[in-house]
């Protein structure tokens, strides 16, 4: 059964650092372009990065562009979102994303606070 678990998420003071990670099962990882998005209270989920199936090519959202990196393990089926100067307005639920043809998966998501 496919499966993506996230974890990393937790509590953090603005200018703090976090990384999360996205460990997949159940699907053949190295043909799977990855996502991370976000979904605030109350907002729409906001796709924050991507990274192609094999690594080499990434985008980023420019609210978080030059803060965050996406980056992948294809021997540990997981991708990874590092988090640096993180401000209270990045506060949500974390989720990544597996993208390939018509399939689409999605994890339960992880919390992250950044609080002062």
């Known amino acids: 059964q496919e499966r993506l678990v996230e974890s990393g998420g937790g509590l953090v003071q603005p200018g703090g650092s976090l990384r999360l990670s996205c460990t997949a099962s159940?699907?053949?990882?190295?043909?799977?372009?990855m996502s991370w998005y976000r979904q605030a209270p109350g907002k729409e989920r906001e796709l924050l990065a991507r990274?192609?199936?094999?690594?080499?090519?990434?985008d980023y959202a420019d609210s978080v562009k030059g803060r965050f990196t996406i980056s992948r393990d294809n021997d540990k089926n997981t991708v990874y979102l590092q988090m640096n100067s993180l401000k209270p307005e990045d506060t949500a639920v974390f989720y990544c994303?597996?993208?390939?043809?018509?399939?689409?998966?999605w994890g339960m998501g992880t919390q992250v606070i950044v609080f002062s």
């Open positions: 994303n597996a993208n390939w043809l018509s399939f689409k998966f």
């Open positions: 990274i192609s199936a094999d690594g080499t090519s990434t």
């Open positions: 159940g699907i053949t990882f190295r043909h799977y372009a």
